[in-house]
């Protein structure tokens, strides 16, 4: 009997905002997985790519190749696809792992903070998702790995715009899952608990908050980028083939409750 991989051996994967955090975690796992990797960051942040990229070149034997990324603006996201193709020749596996978040009362946000959030988390990740899409179906297949949230599935203080975001990359990754199907194209997502990154040092460096997130986490702790890359790297491989639209929650035990 012969057992599918969970490396991605030769794959060509994008990862958007993969400078620090978890889409820097899951670079270098899917490096170390197998996998040549386009290392993605803002301009302002390119440093943080190069970085991220030189390192895991020079330790895994992989090749990088790093390119500017806004997703807030479709023509950042066409002109960074493009230049990905031309450079390896296509693009098998995407993970839409750029994200932010404004903590505030639901009564205090603003038009600006809803738009900030809701474009960079759902805007954003559909146009990374459709314009990798059309580069998989001309290879035939293609693995699309999406950043959701437990905050996409249960609510949380101060987080209208950021739950609604990721509840919408929950049912989007659904849709596309369903529509793209035909095309041999896997759309998953991760929904992570709260982890140690720069996204998160607002909320969990609060006593208070990091203390209520604990006690509500099973496990009793927050996670670490790594642990969501693993998830990542199994939905990006032939050993999750069959599976597609699902949301595979790596909550330390949140949403069991």
């Avoid at 400078?19 to 796992?29: C, D, H, L, N, T």
């Avoid at 993605?40 to 790519?49: F, G, H, Q, S, Y």
Wanted: charged fraction near 20%; hydrophobic fraction near 45%; proline fraction near 4%.
């Amino acid at each position: 009997m012969e057992f599918p991989s969970s490396r991605v051996d030769g794959q060509i994967a994008v990862v958007t905002g993969s400078g620090s955090g978890i889409g820097q975690a899951a670079s270098w796992a899917l490096a170390k997985a197998g996998a040549d990797v386009v290392i993605t960051e803002l301009p302002r942040l390119i440093e943080r790519a190069e970085s991220t990229a030189e390192q895991i070149a020079r330790e895994t034997g992989r090749h990088t190749f790093v390119q500017p990324l806004d997703v807030t603006s479709l023509e950042s996201i066409t002109s960074m696809m493009a230049h990905s193709v031309e450079h390896f020749g296509r693009i098998d596996i995407l993970v839409n792992s750029a994200g932010v978040n404004r903590t505030i009362p639901a009564l205090e946000v603003t038009e600006a903070d809803w738009d900030f959030v809701v474009d960079v988390n759902l805007k954003g990740l559909f146009f990374c998702c459709q314009a990798a899409a059309r580069e998989m179906i001309k290879s035939g297949k293609g693995k699309i790995v999406n950043l959701a949230s437990i905050n996409g599935v249960v609510g949380y203080f101060k987080r209208a715009a950021y739950c609604s975001s990721k509840g919408g990359v929950v049912n989007l990754t659904r849709a596309l899952a369903i529509e793209w199907a035909p095309h041999h194209i896997n759309v998953n997502a991760v929904g992570p608990t709260y982890i140690e990154t720069p996204l998160t040092v607002p909320t969990l460096s609060d006593p208070a908050t990091r203390a209520d997130i604990v006690a509500r986490t099973p496990m009793g702790r927050v996670g670490k980028p790594e642990e969501v890359a693993g998830a990542i790297v199994f939905l990006a491989s032939a050993a999750a083939d069959l599976i597609t639209g699902h949301t595979l929650l790596v909550d330390g035990g949140w949403t069991a409750w």
